[in-house]
C-alpha cells in the first residue's frame, strides 16, 4: 500500500538518541476502509478507493447509501484513490492502519494550505508600499500604486500582482521523514511541518 489519509493533530517535539530535539507534526493516520477496487479488466487501471473519517447517512444519495450498505461498510467522509500499486490482496471493507509505515521511512505530504483570506499586496506579494505620508500619500501607504498604462495598450495585464484570495491552495511537501509510529493510537510523527491547518485532512504517500 503507497499511502493513506489522515488528519493533521497539530506539533510538538521529540529527543532523538543523541539528545538532538526534533520538530514533529503529529498525524491522526486512518484507519482507512477499502471502499472500491479498480482493475484493469473493469477500469482500464489499478487502484484501491480509500475512506477516512465518519460521513451521516442522512447526508447520502440512495445509491451511494445502497453501496455502502451492500458491502457492509460505514460511509466515509473524505474518499481518495491511490494508484500504481498490486491491489490483488486487497478487497472491500478490508482496513489499512498506520502500520504500513516505519520509522525512517521518506514520505511525501499533500494537503490545504492555511485559508488568510482577502489579502492586499503588501501581506499577499510581499510589496513594500507607496513611500509613506511625506509622499502625498496620506492614507495609501499599503496600496500598489498604478496598474494600468496609457493610451495604449489601455488594460491590465493578465497577471498582474494584485490583492486577493491568499492560501488554501493543494500543497505537496516533499523530503518528510516518519520520525515514529504508533499503532495503538494510529499516529505518526512526521518531522517538520505539514501544509495545512490543525484537523484538515492530509493525504501521505511512501
Given amino acids: 500500500m503507497p499511502g ?3 488528519k493533521k493533530i497539530g506539533m510538538t517535539s521529540v529527543y532523538a538518541e543523541g539528545g538532538e530535539i526534533i520538530p514533529v507534526t503529529v498525524l491522526q493516520t486512518g484507519p482507512c476502509n477499502v471502499v472500491a477496487i479498480r482493475t484493469k479488466d473493469k477500469d482500464g487501471y489499478e487502484a484501491l478507493q480509500l475512506g477516512y473519517g465518519v460521513k451521516k447517512e ?10 455502502y450498505k451492500k458491502h457492509n461498510i460505514s460511509p466515509a467522509a473524505i474518499l481518495k484513490e491511490f494508484k500504481d500499486f498490486d491491489v490483488s490482496e486487497y478487497k472491500i ?3 489499512v492502519l498506520v502500520d504500513i509505515f516505519n520509522e ?3 514520505i511525501k505530504i499533500t494537503g490545504k494550505s492555511k485559508g488568510k483570506g482577502f489579502q492586499g499586496v503588501m501581506k499577499r506579494h510581499g510589496f513594500g508600499g ?3 505620508r511625506t509622499h502625498g500619500q496620506g492614507d495609501r501607504e499599503r496600496a500598489p500604486g498604478s496598474i494600468g498604462q ?3 495598450p ?3 495585464f493578465k497577471g498582474t500582482k494584485m490583492a486577493g484570495r491568499t492560501g488554501y ?6 523530503g518528510s521523514e516518519v520520525v515514529k509510529v504508533i499503532p495503538e493510537k494510529n499516529l505518526l510523527l512526521v518531522k517538520g511541518a505539514v501544509p495545512g491547518s490543525v484537523n484538515s485532512i492530509v493525504e501521505i504517500n511512501k
Fill in 4 to 6: 493513506m489519509l489522515g
Fill in 58 to 67: 442522512k447526508q447520502l444519495t440512495n445509491p451511494v447509501s445502497g453501496y
Fill in 93 to 95: 471493507g478490508d482496513t
Fill in 104 to 106: 525512517g521511512d521518506p
Fill in 130 to 132: 507607496v513611500g509613506g
Fill in 150 to 152: 496609457s493610451s495604449y
Fill in 154 to 156: 489601455s488594460r491590465v
Fill in 169 to 174: 491552495k493543494k500543497f505537496t511537501h516533499t
